[in-house]
């Protein structure tokens, strides 16, 4: 009897191991699907592509300088 017991709570761990190591593993899926993405999007963001094109970093840059201009001379101009 305490025997049976004794199996059933050591499958019993054996189970709940097993299903927090896939837990984990999911999790480190996860986490590096986003390192990933983060990755190529710091390299998209790098000033200048390979055919000299401003980046998508770069013209948002300008264009928000560009903006800060206008009103810079809109409010001189009242």
Request: aromatic share 4%; no cysteine; hydrophobic share 25%.
């Amino acid at each position: 009897q305490v025997m049976e017991a004794n199996r059933l709570a050591a499958e019993e761990l054996r189970r709940q191991t097993e299903e927090a190591h896939l837990e984990q593993l999911k999790n480190h899926q996860e986490f590096n699907k986003r390192q990933l993405r983060r990755l190529s999007r710091s390299t998209r963001d790098k000033a200048t592509d390979s055919s000299g094109e401003k980046s998508f970093t770069e013209r948002r840059r300008a264009r928000r300088e560009a903006r800060r201009e206008a009103r810079r001379e809109a409010w001189q101009s009242e």
